[in-house]
């Protein structure tokens, strides 16, 4: 918790710091990877640094845990630092990077806010970040214990055992240990981190769910090719060079929207690529025989754009308490809802668990509707794909 020297200089800059935030993250990277280049080559995702959503992600987390210090100072905020942890192992970063980003932070925040910085402001400001780093470096510090590997060093190498055609933007890969080895075991719901080289060098990372149950003899991932400007480096990458044969560098698993032990009743709640998690447990529950009730809610713009969906109405079918619901902006004959996913409809039982997965307008009109219906906050969970814009919500 924060010393009783620091509380009340926190919450008195914290107007001016949180208001000062996106111009604090802006100058921080552009510091940042001016010192150390090999970063934003080889471990930043270009695309999100291009379009500004690393830097607001960067700056709803600061100001989340700064704001849960002065809230609950006897409590953390671990839901948040949890999921920022998980992304950070899964990227392989190490406890000696935090000190690299405490320098350039800081720095930027001198260079913003200026003689407002006073030595106490600053001393203040320092006991955040590192109750913050130290916190995330002890979690990730477990993470590595748990998954058996030396600090940072998460990466396999991995062969495409199958390419598969799922819709005209999304690719399955089966993936296997080019060793021959067993895949290693992960949770139902986790991702792996893929690094692939670039024309350019540059060796980018992202993040793909593991889509299929644990225990198969091979990994599947589905990667959905993320079109616009700037366009998915990796994704696009994936879809025109990986063939069956080729290796890719991937991390072992990680993530914290796993399935949670039980038989409770479940919702699992999706949009677009988001329904690849959800495949994982669906999988995970048809092949250990589950009974637990289950509503399945899907949304996606077309039958043809629903990756999966076959393999999905498969899954629900082999399960006797779940229940599937589609919602489709165009239906055709599919006999899905047309229009955007209304979890209002459902009829859930009471002391469902929901988890939800897609994108950011999605996971808040869903987990706002759920609220809504009297389902406890506590009892929601989401996974959002890219930096997480939505920091501290559930806190």
């Not at 640094?49 to 210090?69: D, H, M, P, T, Y």
């Not at 930027?108 to 995330?136: K, Q």
């Not at 062969?159 to 296997?176: G, H, K, N, W, Y």
Request: hydrophobic share 45%; charged share 20%; proline share 7%.
């Amino acid at each position: 918790m924060l010393s009783e020297q620091a509380i009340p200089v926190v919450r008195a800059t914290l107007p001016a710091v949180g208001g000062a935030l996106d111009q604090i993250t802006e100058r921080f990277y552009s510091r940042l990877f001016a010192a150390h280049p090999e970063l934003l080559r080889d471990l930043f995702n270009r695309g999100n640094q291009a379009n500004g959503e690393q830097r607001k992600a960067l700056a709803g987390s600061i100001a989340a845990f700064a704001v849960a210090l002065l809230d609950n100072p006897d409590s953390r905020p671990d839901a948040m630092l949890s999921r920022i942890a998980h992304k950070h192992a899964s990227l392989g970063v190490t406890s000696a990077q935090y000190k690299v980003v405490h320098e350039h932070l800081f720095a930027a925040i001198v260079e913003v806010l200026g003689e407002a910085v006073t030595p106490e402001v600053a001393r203040s400001w320092d006991e955040v970040y590192w109750l913050m780093a130290n916190a995330l470096i002890a979690v990730e510090a477990r993470l590595y214990r748990e998954t058996g590997v030396p600090e940072g060093a998460v990466w396999r190498s991995m062969e495409i055992a199958e390419r598969q055609e799922e819709t005209v933007d999304t690719v399955s890969f089966l993936l296997r240990h080019a060793d021959g080895a067993p895949t290693d075991a992960f949770l139902p719901g986790q991702y792996v981190s893929v690094q692939v080289t670039l024309p350019d060098g540059a060796r980018q990372i992202r993040q793909y769910s593991l889509s299929s149950a644990p225990g198969r003899p091979q990994w599947r991932i589905t990667v959905k090719r993320v079109d616009g400007d700037p366009a998915g480096e990796v994704s696009s990458w994936l879809h025109a060079h990986g063939r069956a044969g080729d290796t890719l560098d991937v991390s072992a698993p990680f993530g914290d929207l796993v399935l949670p032990e039980g038989d409770g009743p479940l919702l699992l709640a999706s949009a677009g690529i988001g329904s690849t998690p959800m495949l994982a447990m669906l999988d995970h529950l048809a092949a250990t025989g589950s009974t637990r009730p289950v509503a399945v809610a899907h949304a996606d713009r077309s039958p043809a754009s629903h990756a999966h969906a076959v393999e999905l109405r498969r899954l629900v079918d082999a399960l006797p308490q779940a229940t599937l619901h589609l919602w489709y902006e165009e239906p055709g004959d599919s006999g899905a809802h047309a229009g955007r996913a209304d979890v209002t409809s459902l009829d859930l039982p009471p002391g469902t668990t929901a988890y939800l997965c897609g994108p950011l307008p999605f996971l808040r009109t869903v987990r706002g509707d759920l609220l809504g219906a009297g389902t406890a906050a506590a009892d929601i969970h989401y996974e959002v794909f890219g930096p997480d814009l939505w920091l501290g919500a559930e806190d």
